[in-house]
């Protein structure tokens, strides 16, 4: 091939680089912003189930007297379902930053606790969460609204 010829050549694919750079971009920015995000949303659930299972396995293995309320008392909530309800607020806070809401409902036998010695506790722990990190990609993949996760656990009282 002639000197010619290749400086030519060298000239018209001078930049073709950046060309099939932004073409590639878009593409390769996707496939890092979805597992990204779909990873803090597994890692929000895992944290979430976690502290649904540590609260629910805390109330159902507490003392019968601890379960029911005391003669007298006024439908004051119970001292051990509040308790439960902060084991979860206490694990929930390694993901407080990128949290926008989070409730924590405590229920024996489908109702509140404190009535009679429950035969099943249920803790729901439901969480909004948004992105932080590429809040312009996501919003246009997911839509402007949080997302929401819900953790539940069921489990048997012991104590029964």
């Given amino acids: 091939m002639s000197p010619l010829k290749r400086r030519v050549n ?43 299972h540590d609260s629910a396995t805390f109330l159902a293995t507490a003392a019968q007297l601890e379960m029911i309320l005391p003669e007298g ?3 004051e909530p119970l001292a051990i379902a509040a308790l439960a309800k902060d084991i979860v607020n206490a694990e929930l806070d390694e993901i407080k930053p990128g949290l926008v809401r989070h409730t924590v409902q405590v229920s024996c036998d489908g109702d509140i606790c404190g009535i009679e010695v429950p035969k099943i506790i249920r803790v729901s722990v439901r ?23 819900e953790a539940r656990v069921t489990m048997r009282y012991v104590g029964d």
């Fill in 127 to 149: 969480l909004s969460m948004r992105d932080e990190i590429f809040p312009a990609f996501t919003t246009e993949l997911f839509g402007e609204d949080p997302l929401l996760i």
């Fill in 73 to 75: 008392a006024d439908e």
């Fill in 10 to 52: 060298k000239r018209a694919e001078k930049g073709s680089i950046a060309v099939e750079t932004i073409f590639c971009l878009p593409l390769l920015i996707l496939f890092l912003v979805v597992p990204l995000f779909l990873a803090r949303v597994f890692w929000y659930y895992s944290v979430a189930q976690k502290a649904a």
